[in-house]
């Protein structure tokens, strides 16, 4: 079954580093993955996606995100992290069945 | 178009009642999903339509859950009798379709069942 995995439940950050936030695939065939944001009280929102062609997908709010064939990853990055960027993300796979399953989510604290 | 539209947005009530959530899905998308939230378990799906007609419920916990779309603007996930364990952040969500369309989700329904 095609999944996705985020290894970290939370992640700390300063603000103004760079902030990376891991996801990695278990797929058969190309993988369509996915990231989204949940602010608190919200619904999820999309930030990017990758289907096909270039690795590195660029998003909303300055987020890309690096597909990584060999080493079955597709982790988030942003170059200078913000205090506003303090959210849950959400890793996502679309599988066989045309369902679009959610990683576990990573909890991301950026510091002032 | 004002997004999809979920209520109620926080439902209080106590065990062995019927609730019902609801969901307008964003004019235009053809495919709904319901998601169920909590600490425990993540973001699971429970059910998703494709043009009105329910094509996977296996995200359904108990036969105390149902879910219907009598049509393309309106669905609605009932459960009764409710348990305190259904106690989580219900979301909808809509998209255009088959294959890897963003989803738009509701605000969601915050569920307390006491």
């Known amino acids: 079954a095609q999944s996705v995995a985020q290894p970290e439940d939370q992640v700390n950050v300063a603000e103004g580093n760079p902030l990376t936030v891991k996801c990695t695939y278990s797929v058969s065939g190309n993988p369509y993955l996915f990231w989204y944001v949940q602010y608190p009280n919200r619904g999820l929102q999309f930030l990017l996606k990758?289907?096909?062609?270039?690795?590195l997908v660029k998003g909303s709010y300055g987020f890309e995100a690096e597909f990584n064939k060999s080493q079955t990853s597709f982790h988030l990055k942003k170059p200078s992290a913000l205090v506003s960027d303090s959210a849950l993300y959400f890793c996502a796979v679309l599988n066989r069945d045309d369902k679009i399953i959610f990683g576990k989510g990573t909890r991301l604290h950026i510091l002032p | 178009d004002a997004g999809v539209i979920q209520s109620p947005r926080h439902e209080v009530t106590e065990m062995g009642q019927e609730v019902t959530l609801r969901c307008k899905p964003i004019?235009?998308?053809?495919?709904l999903f319901w998601y169920r939230q909590t600490m425990m378990r993540g973001l699971e799906l429970l059910i998703y339509?494709?043009?009105?007609?329910?094509?996977?419920d296996s995200g359904m916990p108990e036969d105390r859950f149902s879910a219907k779309m009598p049509n393309a603007s309106f669905s609605t996930l009932k459960i009764q009798p409710s348990e305190p364990r259904d106690s989580a952040v219900y979301f909808c969500a809509s998209n255009l379709g088959w294959g890897a369309n963003v989803l738009t989700f509701g605000a969601g329904s915050r569920l307390t069942v006491l």
């Open positions: 990758y289907i096909t062609g270039d690795n």
């Open positions: 004019s235009g998308h053809n495919s």
């Open positions: 339509f494709n043009n009105n007609v329910p094509i996977d």
